[in-house]
């Protein structure tokens, strides 16, 4: 079964860290680009880091607006088939549901249209809040 599974979110303070894992199944995943989007209460999903397929070269996606830079990461365990989101120095404003995504064969994936993406996971709640 082709699919994509997040996991490790929860409640931090503002200031902590946390890393989120988006582990795949039926595929693998080093072939894909993989995307990381959120979405707050009442906002819209928005994309924030994507990690491209092949080599892994991480972007930020280009329509996004937020501030994650200097703060989000994401790397790829292609012996785990899983992608990682490490956010660090977390503020409340980072409050929203993660999800990954998964598009085939991109090298490139700071500009690809969400709706390209075709393998989505179910999300994992991140709460900042002191």
């Known amino acids: 079964q082709v699919q994509l599974v997040e996991s490790g979110g929860g409640l931090v303070q503002p200031g902590a860290s946390l890393r989120v894992s988006c582990a795949a199944s039926g595929f693998t995943l080093s072939d894909y680009a993989i995307g990381w989007f959120r979405q707050a209460p009442g906002k819209e999903r928005e994309g924030v880091l994507c990690?491209?397929?092949?080599?892994?070269?991480?972007?930020?996606?280009?329509y996004y607006s937020g501030s994650v830079k200097g703060r989000f990461t994401v790397s790829r365990d292609n012996a785990k088939n899983t992608v990682y989101l490490q956010m660090n120095s977390l503020k409340p404003e980072d409050t929203a549901v993660y999800y990954c995504?998964?598009?085939?064969?991109?090298?490139?994936?700071?500009?690809?249209?969400?709706?390209?993406?075709?393998?989505w996971g179910q999300g994992t709640q991140v709460t900042v809040s002191s």
């Open positions: 995504a998964a598009v085939f064969d991109r090298t490139v994936c700071d500009g690809i249209d969400p709706n390209d993406y075709d393998i």
């Open positions: 990690i491209s397929s092949g080599d892994g070269r991480i972007y930020y996606i280009t």
